[in-house]
């Protein structure tokens, strides 16, 4: 081989890196532009949500009075100031409430008194 060949082999090889380089640049530049990476980001999103929900299913399909338990501790615990103010208004009603006087039902028997009045 001559010397020019050699430079001219040296070119075309440079050229086949030079335009795999830009291929690989190129590409590796459409896989993060901002569309493909929200797109990715949301199918990922979507996929372990499902599998999130149909693992949640799952454990209250195979417990289903722990699940109701679980709601309804997460539900009290949601309501705790209004159902803590309805406490406080019963117990201040109750408080407030005036006995009533019953009259006393007399027994069959007399009394000493009623007996000595009788006589």
Known sequence: MTGLSKVAEARIEAERA??????????????????????????????????????????????????????AAIALFLAREPLIDLAGKIVDGVKKKPEAKRPRKRSARKTSTESKENG
């Open 18 to 71: 030079r335009d795999k380089v830009m291929a690989s640049a190129q590409s590796l530049q459409a896989r993060l532009s901002p569309k493909i990476l929200a797109r990715d980001a949301w199918e990922g999103t979507k996929s372990k949500g499902a599998d999130l929900v149909e693992d949640a299913v799952d454990a209250v399909k195979a417990r289903p009075y722990a699940a109701g338990g679980v709601a």
